[in-house]
């Protein structure tokens, strides 16, 4: 049976969760290892410490799968001095490969932020803060009896979606015209003699990360030697790509029952929060993670509550009243990440096995 390797695992989760789309700050991909390296056994884990690698070598896995980046900023020595050179010292006298899928994760319609909402129960979710110049629209001219290939192809490739939707372009019907010169080789037609050609224009949004896949396939099933096409940047926000999620309960619960919620949904040693508003809670805005740059996105979309971690003492002030604020905890907000990557590997999967730490890397404790 043939074992998968870190290069397949990789390609898999970079097609949900593209390493395009994680944060100008962020260090996402793979840290330590080699592509190559075939996987028997897998850990996941939300930080990567010398206590996870411990844990891999007992278990015997090749690759870890860490939500946090081990390796943040620019390592000028690795000599052992802190707790980052030690992980990834031990990590490499041990074979062991490190993966991150921080931001770019927490950017995926179905990633971190929407797990937050399904543990919460939400319904009707979307991205808080959508991405914007994160797509464009490709137009190719077709020679008519090869328009549905390229399309499908280009189908295939990822291009064509919109929210819910797949397979979308448009078709407009025109003719066109060239003339081949003594160095072409052309589909049809002769040389230094114009040709006039039925074709279809077709247009296609594509999310800028899929751009190359695309155009690969574009070219690939084209008939021309030289393929005619145009790549428009779009101002449109990507409704599948950003930051946060917005949501609504089932039923409208007061304040005090929806903080009993969430602390017993999550499991939080304290929960830091504002002024109770003295409404009822409704619409729901979370953002597993540092999210206090989405406060007044949350108030703009007249969310009931907003729920995040690491708030600072004076962005608490920012609720102003309008605004019910919960600090749950970084780790407490992010916890259930390991078992959303788990649920994506396995569903892919099966030559190798998927483990979850046993190790709880909180380094925060409650009195």
Known sequence: ??????????????????????????????????????????????????????????????????????????????TGGNYVERTILKAIKNNIAIYAIHTNLDNYRYGVNYEISRRLGLTSTKILLPKEHSLSKLVVYIPTDYS???????????????????????????????????????????????????????????????????????????????????????????????????GELNREVSEDKFLELVKSTFNCGVIRYTSKVGKSIKKVAVCGGAGSFLIHEAIKQKADVFLTSDLKYHEFFEADNRILLLDIGHYESEQFTKDLIADILKKKFSKF????????????NYL
């Open 1 to 78: 049976m043939r074992i998968n390797t870190i290069k397949e695992i990789i390609s898999h989760l970079e097609s949900l969760a593209p390493l395009s789309s994680q944060e100008i700050y962020d260090n996402c991909g793979l840290l330590i290892g080699d592509y190559k390296q075939e996987v028997k056994n897998l850990l996941i884990s939300l930080d990567c410490t010398e206590e996870i690698i411990d844990e891999a070598i007992a278990k015997k896995c090749e690759l870890i799968v860490s939500h946090h980046p081990i390796i943040f900023k620019g390592l000028n020595k690795i």
């Open 148 to 246: 549905a290939k390229v399309s499908d192809a280009l189908f295939e490739a990822g291009a064509g979606k919109i929210g819910n939707y797949s397979e979308c372009h448009f078709n407009s019907n025109g003719t066109g015209t060239y003339k081949p010169n003594t160095e072409s080789n052309p589909f049809e037609g002769k040389i230094e003699i114009r040709s006039t050609v039925d074709e279809v224009k077709a247009e296609f949004l594509v999310e800028n990360s899929l751009l190359s896949e695309v155009i690969r396939a574009m070219n690939r099933t084209h008939p021309y030697e030289e393929v005619a096409y145009d790549l428009i940047p779009l101002l449109n926000k990507n409704s599948y790509l950003g930051s946060g999620m917005i």
């Open 353 to 364: 096995a998927v483990h979850l730490t046993e190790k709880c890397t909180n380094p925060i």
